[in-house]
């Protein structure tokens, strides 16, 4: 057992954890990482890589993904390794008059605010996609969504964050957080020592919340399982993003119109093509708790969504599948605060399905929260008081 | 002629006495057994590369031969890519060695 010591502590290697180690390095702290596992072991390999607008309200929600869209276009700059970066923009498509009418209303509210929303008609969809299913209705685009390689983006900001003087270390847990007698943070108790610190950062995504508990602190984060199915190479289908519109009626106060079992396993449409010449299929949305083992009727399920909008996919071999768990909020918002009850505690976890997406703008804010700088975007929706009283409930 | 690589009599398996059919590969008219894993018919026949990687257009062949390394792809006319050593061979079969891809993400297109 060795004892050291850092300015910042940050708990988890995951994508989240990576981005606030890279932007606090890059201020000039001393940071290390502790990670149970390998870096990129948790929900951060195990999800798409898609870094949306397209189905964000319009505001503080919007806002932040496209500050984050814009910080991630310039860490292709910044960091030392290539991530499969792309901005090729994504579409939603339609598969009824009702949902094009929602999709127009979608559009013209994104447009007020002067975000790079279309729609796009029948015709249009048949010229780009010559795979999909002949009656979709169309959809619409945004111009300026982009993808990355989640597990390369998070290992490229690890090994920048570690030239620039972090230090990582997986298989390693931590097992305690020591106060002071005034309560502040002191150090981390870890399975290979202390490390004493005045600021650690709960980065432990659907593990967050024993973190938290370790000081005493309730937060509402679930895990939220979805699969995802892996395609063999193939000819291409399709360069970019392909959601269904259906999954956003519930924001028009409309039921969407799918079977039961769809609607059970909160089944969607994602397409994803990668730089591999395939695909993944996406996803479904489920509680069940920490259980990872895949359930082949959720993976039936998401076929046949998917086989619905590309009938051409019947012909086309799916290589394996795998989940993760989603760390899910009440409000779908992240938690991306300090906790002034423990001075020196910070929280930037919860991130649900936007993690990838929102893990530049969070590591961004979270070093500039630490270092008492002034932040890019204003953190006060994300605090974690918001769920003071409703904490634990669905 | 090619020595037989087929075995006729197996001392616990008997006599091998399925129905000769044909098929193609590649445009190649060949015969092979009813109901043999495609893969077996191939190789039966002397031929053992089934596929070129999509990317780096490299041979590849029968690997694992139960079905989870999915290295033996092989087009099926009418039914899109299919694992050979899976795939029961019928009459008049038409078969094609899967092939190299351009690759339309990183704009690779040299074959
Ligand atoms: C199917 C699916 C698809 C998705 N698609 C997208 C998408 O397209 N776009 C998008 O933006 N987001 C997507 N997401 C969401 C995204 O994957 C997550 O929001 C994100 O990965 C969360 O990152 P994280 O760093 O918070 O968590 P994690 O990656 O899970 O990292 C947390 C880390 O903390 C470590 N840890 C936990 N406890 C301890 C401890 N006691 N000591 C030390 N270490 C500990 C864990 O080992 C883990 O590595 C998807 C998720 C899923 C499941």
């Given at each position: 057992?060795?004892?050291?010591?850092?300015?910042?502590?940050?708990?988890?290697?995951?994508?989240?954890?990576?981005?606030?180690?890279?932007?606090?390095?890059?201020?000039?702290?001393?940071v290390?990482?502790?990670?149970?596992?390998?870096?990129?072991?948790?929900?951060s390999?195990?999800?798409?890589?898609?870094?949306?607008?397209?189905?964000?309200?319009?505001?503080?929600d919007?806002?932040?993904?496209?500050?984050?869209?814009?910080?991630?276009?310039?860490?292709?700059?910044?960091l030392?390794?290539?991530?499969?970066?792309?901005?090729?923009?994504?579409?939603?498509?339609?598969?009824?008059?009702?949902?094009?009418?929602?999709?127009?209303?979608?559009?013209?509210?994104?447009?007020?605010?002067?975000?790079?929303?279309?729609?796009?008609?029948?015709?249009?969809?048949?010229?780009?996609?010559?795979?999909?299913?002949?009656?979709?209705?169309?959809?619409?685009?945004?111009?300026?969504?982009?993808?990355?390689?989640?597990?390369?983006?998070?290992?490229?900001?690890?090994?920048?964050?570690?030239?620039?003087?972090?230090?990582?270390?997986?298989?390693?847990?931590?097992?305690?957080?020591?106060?002071?007698?005034?309560?502040?943070?002191?150090?981390?108790?870890?399975?290979?020592?202390?490390?004493?610190?005045?600021?650690?950062?709960?980065?432990?995504?659907?593990?967050?919340?024993?973190?938290?508990?370790?000081?005493?602190?309730?937060?509402?984060?679930?895990?939220?399982?979805?699969?995802?199915?892996?395609?063999?190479?193939?000819?291409?289908?399709?360069?970019?993003?392909v959601m269904?519109?259906?999954?956003?009626?519930?924001?028009?106060?409309?039921?969407?119109?799918?079977?039961?079992?769809?609607?059970?396993?909160?089944?969607?449409?994602?397409?994803?093509?990668?730089?591999?010449?395939n695909?993944l299929?996406?996803?479904?949305?489920?509680?069940?708790?920490?259980?990872?083992?895949?359930?082949?009727?959720?993976?039936?399920?998401?076929?046949?969504?998917?086989?619905?909008?590309?009938p051409?996919?019947?012909?086309?071999?799916?290589?394996?599948?795998?989940c993760?768990?989603?760390?899910?909020?009440?409000?779908?918002?992240?938690?991306?605060?300090?906790?002034?009850?423990?001075?020196?505690f910070?929280?930037?976890?919860?991130?649900?399905?936007?993690?990838?997406?929102?893990?530049?703008?969070?590591?961004?804010?979270?070093?500039?929260c630490?270092?008492?700088?002034?932040?890019?975007?204003?953190?006060?929706?994300?605090?974690?008081?918001?769920?003071?009283?409703?904490?634990?409930?669905? | 002629?090619?020595?037989?690589?087929?075995?006729?009599?197996?001392?616990?398996?008997?006599?091998?006495?399925?129905?000769?059919i044909?098929?193609?590969?590649?445009?190649?008219?060949?015969?092979?057994?009813?109901?043999?894993?495609?893969?077996?018919?191939?190789?039966?026949?002397?031929?053992?590369?089934?596929?070129?990687?999509?990317?780096?257009?490299?041979?590849?062949?029968?690997?694992?031969?139960?079905?989870?390394c999915?290295?033996?792809?092989?087009?099926?006319?009418?039914?899109?890519?299919?694992?050979?050593?899976?795939?029961?061979?019928?009459?008049?079969?038409?078969?094609?060695?899967?092939?190299?891809?351009?690759?339309?993400?990183?704009?690779?297109?040299?074959?």
């Amino acid at each position: 057992m060795t004892t050291e010591s850092a300015d910042v502590v940050i708990i988890g290697g995951g994508i989240i954890g990576m981005a606030t180690a890279y932007y606090l390095a890059k201020l000039g702290s001393d940071v290390v990482v502790v990670e149970k596992g390998e870096i990129a072991g948790g929900t951060s390999s195990k999800c798409d890589g898609n870094i949306l607008a397209i189905d964000k309200e319009p505001g503080f929600d919007s806002q932040m993904s496209l500050e984050s869209q814009k910080l991630v276009s310039q860490l292709v700059m910044e960091l030392d390794e290539e991530f499969e970066y792309r901005a090729p923009g994504s579409i939603l498509v339609c598969e009824s008059d009702e949902e094009m009418e929602a999709a127009e209303m979608w559009v013209n509210r994104q447009k007020e605010v002067g975000l790079p929303f279309r729609m796009l008609d029948r015709g249009e969809i048949r010229s780009e996609w010559k795979y999909m299913a002949d009656d979709i209705h169309g959809g619409l685009e945004c111009a300026t969504d982009s993808t990355v390689n989640p597990v390369l983006l998070t290992y490229s900001m690890a090994v920048t964050a570690e030239r620039l003087g972090a230090r990582l270390k997986t298989h390693t847990w931590v097992t305690g957080i020591r106060l002071d007698p005034s309560g502040a943070v002191e150090g981390v108790e870890t399975s290979s020592g202390l490390i004493r610190t005045k600021h650690v950062v709960n980065a432990a995504g659907v593990w967050s919340k024993p973190i938290a508990q370790m000081v005493g602190i309730e937060i509402p984060v679930e895990p939220r399982k979805g699969h995802i199915l892996v395609s063999s190479r193939t000819e291409s289908i399709g360069t970019r993003k392909v959601m269904e519109f259906s999954y956003l009626m519930s924001k028009f106060g409309k039921e969407r119109k799918v079977d039961q079992l769809t609607e059970q396993y909160g089944v969607a449409l994602v397409f994803e093509p990668t730089a591999s010449q395939n695909f993944l299929i996406g996803s479904s949305r489920e509680f069940v708790g920490f259980d990872m083992k895949i359930n082949v009727d959720v993976i039936r399920c998401i076929a046949r969504r998917a086989i619905r909008f590309f009938p051409v996919m019947k012909d086309i071999p799916v290589l394996r599948s795998y989940c993760g768990l989603r760390p899910w909020t009440p409000d779908h918002l992240p938690i991306v605060s300090r906790v002034e009850e423990v001075p020196g505690f910070y929280i930037a976890a919860g991130h649900e399905g936007d993690g990838i997406s929102l893990a530049a703008i969070t590591g961004k804010v979270m070093s500039e929260c630490i270092t008492g700088q002034e932040t890019t975007i204003s953190i006060e929706p994300l605090h974690y008081n918001r769920f003071k009283k409703e904490a634990g409930k669905r | 002629m090619r020595k037989s690589l087929r075995i006729n009599h197996h001392p616990l398996l008997g006599e091998m006495d399925k129905k000769v059919i044909s098929f193609t590969y590649n445009g190649e008219k060949l015969q092979g057994l009813e109901g043999e894993p495609i893969a077996v018919a191939l190789l039966a026949n002397h031929i053992r590369i089934l596929r070129r990687h999509e990317e780096s257009g490299s041979a590849r062949g029968l690997y694992c031969g139960i079905g989870h390394c999915m290295e033996c792809r092989v087009e099926l006319l009418g039914k899109g890519q299919v694992r050979a050593c899976l795939t029961p061979l019928k009459e008049g079969m038409e078969i094609r060695e899967g092939s190299r891809l351009p690759n339309a993400i990183t704009g690779r297109v040299d074959s």
